[in-house]
């Protein structure tokens, strides 16, 4: 994959054929252009060498400067942060934009107020077009000479020179001159929507302070290398991703999870990229180089999210492709074939009528607010510390009607907790205990690592001479001659051990021990449920959801119990990790037809089940680089209410988006309609296409405002 950075580029169908043709280069499999950040991201076919790629790589520059000459491309690097920083003030060229635009005005004025002769007006008309138009008309004249025939530059040209030619003076330089004036507002509405959305990822760290020889040194962030002791002081961003070594402070995480209460962190404690020190120093040692640091993952997911384009973006891209070469067919079928078959029919009044469809004709407003829209959306998510690989993923979320979880660390705490030891044959408490710290010595589980907590004795692990993990089921262990099973039922009798036990009564997960195929008793070991499940079921189920679902490893008794608490539609209770997909196999089979189902689970354990889903959701991605790599949508928290919260931005994304759609091609049918009525003027068409641009691009920032 390649990133090329077109700085200067402000014209969004340009964008669309750049994207397009680039797309259809030999050893490119796909190619997108992200016009909010102004990249293009190549990726090219797998077997591509390296000389192949650099071969794409100067064809697509090529083709840019066919396109776009006035785009300057620069081949983004680890350190390019570029694309993120946008001027929010009107540059130098503007003011420069500005001044012709007055001039022109001025002039417009003058000849049009005051009586002089025909040639004196038309002297001054045709000057204050060339101060407010000639630009355009040199651009489409350089166009053509490219072979760019169908765009905004030529259709223009056309229709104010046509109007020229009609006699139309004062009409064609208004015309250009709204036109302009509309351009010039448009960029600046398109800029400040991009530094809208860059400031929700402004978290990206400028410097790090660097101990080198007792010394301190500020030092880019991709100059730290894994092991260097970094210091931190009160108000700056935390740079790479570490453990505290000294120091105690509050830290503003919301940048990454969206959470507005600081956490408190000190010696041992891990921190991330991208908090904010609040008030004490931090003394910290890296763990993690910039590029791999959680905060570098979320910026690249982030900005590359839209290279995965959601359907109606895909429309848009197809519809821009084809309706302006048919509106200019129609145009030009408007201007010669009614006065020659209508009687009495004037040429230049269907001329005119003609040039209302050219300047309507030109598609930006769809083709800059719907991508922005969307990516408004994703950067809005991202406030809220949900991280959106795609515009596909965040239009689907609109379909969902099937929502499966699974429960320890999603719905439940994963904080377990021993609440009943029960000894079989003789044996005590201390003892059973003893041999689940034994068997259990060796995994990273919640389980095991609360069976530990309990027992409170170091484990002598060379006593262990054998250890294996049976998964599904539990391990097994020897310790000198002895070999102890510890896990579920299943395990148990798979290892033909003789059970005679009472059911426990108490809800939780039943650990099962046994010493030389010898039933020994039990050990309840109990999960929480998190504080927001049960209202994350209840609202997904006022937004529509049709069936709630939860899949577990556990017991009958504690999976039907806590689904019964919690609301859910079904429970699949003891399953293995190759049974979690069958049993989403069979849900998706029961989904509707355009339904989509949901998986959401920690992002470890479950990496299969996170790619079957149509949508995948990874619980607590906090630094995890499983759950980021493993799903679809990534919530940096361990809340699951966060998936509602992610249902209802992709709503609320898609509502405003509809709402440009609409609102868009509303106007330009109704304008193109009116014009060949001949009751719309140009002053109306130059509102259907660059007035409709600012409406819509205003509203599509909506979708960082709502959510």
């Known amino acids: 994959m390649k ?76 350190d390019n942060s570029k694309s993120w920083k946008y001027k929010e003030d009107i540059d130098q060229s503007n003011k420069k934009q500005l001044a012709k635009l007055s001039i022109g005005a001025v002039l417009l ?71 302009q004036i509309g351009e010039f507002f448009q960029n600046i509405t398109v800029n400040r929507s991009r530094n809208s959305i860059s400031a929700l990822m402004n978290i990206r760290p400028d410097f790090a302070n660097l101990i080198v020889g007792g010394e301190e040194k500020r030092v880019n962030p991709n100059d730290v290398k894994i092991g260097d002791i970094i210091i931190v002081k009160p108000g700056e961003k935390i740079p790479l991703d570490g453990n505290v070594l000294d120091g105690g402070s509050m830290v503003n995480t919301s940048a990454l999870t969206g959470e507005s209460i600081p956490k408190e962190v000190g010696s041992g404690d891990e921190v991330l990229a991208g908090f904010v020190n609040e008030n004490g120093v931090l003394t910290i040692e890296v763990t993690k180089e910039f590029d791999e640091s959680t905060v570098s993952k979320i910026l690249d997911l982030v900005q590359h999210s839209t290279s995965k384009k959601a359907p109606a973006e895909n429309f848009i891209t197809k519809f821009a492709r084809y309706y302006t070469p048919v509106v200019v067919i129609v145009a030009l079928f408007l201007a010669i074939a009614p006065p020659l078959i209508i009687p009495g029919a004037e040429f230049s009044d269907w001329v005119y009528r003609a040039l209302v469809f050219l300047v309507v004709s030109c598609p930006c407003a769809l083709v800059i607010s719907i991508p922005l829209g969307f990516f408004g959306g994703i950067g809005g998510a991202s406030k809220n510390g949900i991280l959106v690989k795609g515009s596909n993923y965040l239009e689907a979320l609109n379909s969902v009607d099937t929502v499966v979880f699974d429960k320890t660390g999603t719905l439940t705490k994963g904080v377990f907790k021993v609440t009943k030891i029960k000894p079989e044959n003789g044996i005590t408490s201390d003892e059973l205990l003893e041999y689940a710290a034994f068997a259990e010595s ?34 097994k262990v020897k310790i000198g001659s002895n070999e102890i099973l510890a896990g579920n039922i299943k395990l148990m009798t798979k290892e033909g051990t003789v059970l005679h036990f009472s059911e426990p009564t108490e809800s939780g997960t039943v650990l099962h021990l046994a010493l030389n195929c010898k039933y020994m008793g039990y050990i309840v070991i109990s999960d929480e449920i998190k504080e927001d499940s049960k209202d994350t079921i209840l609202e997904l189920k006022k937004l529509g959801i049709k ?71 990874a619980m607590g991605g906090l630094g995890s680089d499983a759950a980021i790599e493993a799903a679809d949508i990534v919530i940096m928290t361990d809340e699951p209410s966060k998936t509602v919260r992610a249902i209802k931005i992709a709503k609320k994304t898609r509502y405003i988006v509809w709402q440009n759609i609409i609102f868009a091609l509303g106007v330009k049918i109704t304008v193109l309609l009116l014009g060949a009525a001949g009751i719309a003027t140009m002053w109306e068409a130059v509102f259907a296409d660059v007035g409709v641009t600012i409406v819509a691009t205003i509203n599509a920032m909506r979708t960082i405002e709502n959510c």
């Not at 992200?34 to 192949?52: Q, S, Y």
């Not at 354990?605 to 889903?613: E, F, G, K, T």
Request: aromatic share 8%.
């Open 3 to 78: 990133e090329l950075l077109l700085d200067g580029l402000d014209c969004a169908n340009c964008a669309a054929k750049i994207e397009k043709e680039v797309g259809d280069l030999d050893g490119v499999k796909a190619a997108s252009v992200n016009f909010v950040t102004k990249k293009l991201t190549i990726e090219t076919i797998e077997t591509n060498a390296k000389g192949n790629l650099e071969e794409i790589i100067n064809e697509a520059k090529k083709i840019i400067n066919r396109i776009e000459p006035d785009v300057s491309i620069v081949e983004n690097d680890k």
């Open 109 to 179: 004025g003058i000849a049009t107020i005051f009586d002089f002769s025909l040639w004196i007006k038309f002297s001054i008309y045709i000057i204050s077009y060339i101060l407010v138009g000639g630009e355009v008309v040199l651009k489409a004249a350089k166009n053509i000479a490219r072979g760019q025939v169908f765009d905004e530059y030529f259709l223009m040209s056309i229709a104010t020179i046509g109007a020229f030619l009609i006699k139309e003076f004062p009409e064609a330089v208004s015309v250009m001159l709204f036109y």
């Open 442 to 475: 060796y995994s990273n589980h919640p389980i095991a690592k609360s069976i530990l907590a309990e027992y409170k004795n170091e484990v002598d692990r060379d006593k262990i001479t054998d250890y294996k993990e049976i998964p599904g089921y539990g391990v």
């Open 547 to 617: 069936k709630t679902v939860m899949l577990t490893g556990d017991n009958k008794q504690v999976g039907e119990k806590i689904a019964e608490q919690l609301g859910l539609n079904e429970v699949y209770s003891e399953l293995l990790p190759d049974q979690k997909v069958e049993i989403l196999e069979l849900l998706d089979m029961q989904k509707s037809t355009k339904g989509k189902l949901v998986f959401v689970g920690d992002g470890i354990n479950d990496a299969p089940v996170l790619a079957r889903a149509d949508i995948g959701i």
